[in-house]
């Protein structure tokens, strides 16, 4: 593909940070996949949780928030209760 | 650049690692249970990218919680999972839909597990990381057929979702090279 010397700069500056966003493994990749699916729809993809501000450790900040659930249950009742709702 | 899913039990037992549990972790190098030095693992290495889970791992963890625990902290677990800095949360795009019937039809898994592949597939994951064995038997076993005969799309699967020929051969190839690399890594249950 030839796009790469027709497209402007701030389209190929997006395509690039697109392609790293969703771990394509080059820009081609990623622009065959925007033009098939609709690059909206990859923006999408990629802004699921971009609403919110992003913290190095967040999960780290609550840690021990399920310790005594956790405790509490069985050898693979977690495994268990994951699935049962699909059952 | 490589990319791990993250199933949703090892979501839920990253929120069970309390602070002495932590410490044991760096003071002994273990935290007394395999499961939770697994998820520790993961947790301290979450900030440098190359994590993910789906919206639909997600939500399952979400539940568990809400059912174990209550509805407050399903919350604050979801913000903390959403806010947490380099882990990515795939999305259950159309294009999964169609691949999540393919496995079902094709290999007999299940549906939940048929989905988190899917998404999986779609989002460029090469490795799966899951404590359910059922889940990680079913990757291994996709795998090997993608490696072996490669992925198809049902007719029916086909027709349902009216995809043309050509979608659904750029469709099968890509998950029959997406699935053919896949690894899984089995985190103690």
Partial sequence: MKVWTTIDRDLKEELASLSKDMGFKGETDCLREAIRLGAENLRAQRSLSAGLSKSRDSILAVAGLLAEEYERMKPRELELKTRARWK | ??????????????????????????????????????????????????????????????????????????????????????????????????????????????????????????????????????????????????????????????AMYGLSGQERHILENRATSALSKMETERAPP
């Fill in chain 2, 1 to 158: 650049m490589a990319l791990t899913f993250v199933d949703a039990n090892i979501l839920f037992k990253m929120f069970a690692v309390s602070r002495k549990r932590l410490e044991g972790y760096h003071e002994k190098g273990t935290s007394g249970s395999k499961a939770l030095d697994h998820a520790i693992d993961i947790l301290l290495n979450l900030y440098r990218g190359g994590y993910s889970t789906s919206e639909l791992a997600l939500l399952e963890a979400c539940g568990v919680v809400a059912r174990v625990g209550n509805i407050d902290k399903a919350t604050l677990f979801l913000r903390a999972v959403l806010e947490q800095e380099g882990f990515s949360i795939l999305g259950v795009t159309a294009l999964v839909y169609p691949l999540a019937y393919a496995f079902v039809l094709e290999y007999g898994i299940g549906a939940r597990d048929a989905l988190h592949l899917g998404v999986a597939t779609i989002s460029g994951v090469n490795r799966v990381a899951t404590s359910d064995i059922e889940f990680a038997d079913g990757v291994e076993k996709i795998g090997w057929g993608a490696r072996s005969r490669g992925i198809k799309i049902p007719r029916i699967v086909e």
